[in-house]
Nanobody, 116 residues
Framework: VKLVESGGGLVQPGSFLRLSCAAF????????LFWYRQAPGKERELVAT?????????HYTDSVRGRFTVFRDNGKNTVDLEMKNLQPEDTAVYYC?????????WGQGTPVTISS
């Protein structure tokens, strides 16, 4: 079982990034999926959720609502986080998480740095 994030990097304020998380070794479509982030010296924070099931309902923390969008592709076993108008306060390591069937899987994280 593995989750592998990619797409992080160093960008300027106002930029766009799309993070991707590829899942291996479990029944991806049955799991709720989450993106968390952890900024230096801060606790890990839930950023976005996309539920399992046919409608894949989404939820966002207030600070990113309207700027971030989460997508899942159950055929490709991927969950992406599209991030627009990035700001310095979005700087963090971003983690992909899958929960379901009593399991709780985490990726290794991908760093995102917003700086001019």
């Amino acid at each position: 079982v593995k989750l592998v994030e990619s797409g992080g990097g160093l960008v300027q304020p106002g930029s766009f990034l799309r993070l991707s998380c590829a899942a291996f070794g479990f029944t991806f479509s049955s799991y709720d999926l989450f993106w968390y982030r952890q900024a230096p010296g801060k606790e890990r924070e839930l950023v976005a959720t996309i539920n399992s099931g046919p409608f894949g309902g989404t939820h966002y923390t207030d600070s990113v609502r309207g700027r971030f969008t989460v997508f899942r592709d159950n055929g490709k076993n991927t969950v992406d986080l599209e991030m627009k108008n990035l700001q310095p306060e979005d700087t963090a390591v971003y983690y992909c998480n899958a929960k379901g069937l009593g399991d709780d899987y985490w990726g290794q994280g991908t760093p995102v740095t917003i700086s001019s």
